[in-house]
């Protein structure tokens, strides 16, 4: 390891980043910037490295010790295998988003609605793995729908976007197969638990509920789904851990069938589903 790791390193940690954290994001800062991968770091490469890629790095490193979170500096990360372009106006892509693609794969039909999309990324991963569905995907933030556009283009992924309150959508006639939404779900008591490399910099629009109605989006999407699921169709969601029977209770309340909650890697209550109609 050289010596420009090694301080990219320590102005994290001295800024108050985790020891583990502070070097993963060092590695990754190097490999997107100049190109050095973790073994290249490792042999001390960035010994090597000619002054103005070091200074070229200082801003950056700045921009992180501040807490700003990597992915937003990188303007990337990976999701189910996709480079998904990410900039402040999206929620970054999570792990357990991952498991609720995989968990659908498999079940899903032929035209496929995600809602909430933000960067895209569960209606991308679904239709790269899917490519024969059809998929669609509501948001009602403008700015998130022009970067999930952006990288359905990059990515060469046909998706259609459009712009909705889910809050006030009505069914419009058209019917899906599948509908799966990782839909805003922290509560506004529950910020203060949250790191600040969130809460400062993710968009509040994406992420939060009022305290008094935390399954907000949750009725309004179920309420939906009712009348836009073909008979049997499947109905998908990423929940709060805390709340997540309360979603299948309203599933069940809604006429939903082989209704289910599973976990994450984590081990939290974190997906809930069921099918509409049509018990088989
Ligand atoms: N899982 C995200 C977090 O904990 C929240 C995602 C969401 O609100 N849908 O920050």
Wanted: charged letters at 20%; hydrophobic letters at 40%; proline letters at 5%.
């Amino acid at each position: 390891m050289g010596r420009l790791f090694n301080d990219i390193r320590s102005a994290l940690t001295s800024a108050g980043i985790e020891c583990g954290e502070a070097r993963s994001i060092g590695l990754m800062l190097l490999e997107w910037a100049v190109g050095l991968s973790a073994s290249d770091v490792l042999a001390g490469g960035d010994d090597e490295l000619p002054a103005c890629a070091r200074r070229r790095l200082c801003p950056l490193v700045k921009r992180l010790a501040m807490g700003e979170p990597i992915q937003y500096v990188t303007g990337t990360t990976q999701f189910c295998g996709l480079n998904i372009g990410v900039k402040p106006g999206v929620l970054i892509p999570r792990p357990e988003t991952e498991e609720l693609v995989e968990a659908v794969t498999g079940r899903v039909g032929i035209n496929i609605l995600d809602i909430g999309t933000g960067s895209g990324c569960i209606a991308l991963a679904l239709k790269h793995i899917c490519p024969m569905a059809t998929v669609t995907a509501f948001d009602i933030s403008a700015e998130a729908l022009s970067i999930a556009s952006d990288n359905a283009r990059r990515l060469g992924l046909d998706v259609r976007f459009e712009q909705c309150d889910i809050l006030a959508k009505q069914p419009d006639g058209r019917l899906w197969d599948t509908i799966v939404s990782n839909p805003p779900y922290v509560c506004d008591e529950e910020r203060c638990e949250m790191l600040p490399t969130v809460s400062d910099y993710e968009p509040h629009i994406a992420l939060f509920v009022p305290d008094s109605d935390p399954l907000l989006f949750y009725t309004a999407i179920t309420r939906f789904a009712t009348r836009s699921l073909t008979p049997g169709g499947l109905l998908a969601f990423e929940a709060n851990r805390r709340f997540a029977f309360e979603v299948e209770q309203l599933l069940r309340r809604s006429g939903f069938d082989h209704t289910e909650v599973r976990q994450d890697i984590f081990g939290n209550n974190r997906f809930v589903m069921g099918t509409y109609g049509l018990t088989t």
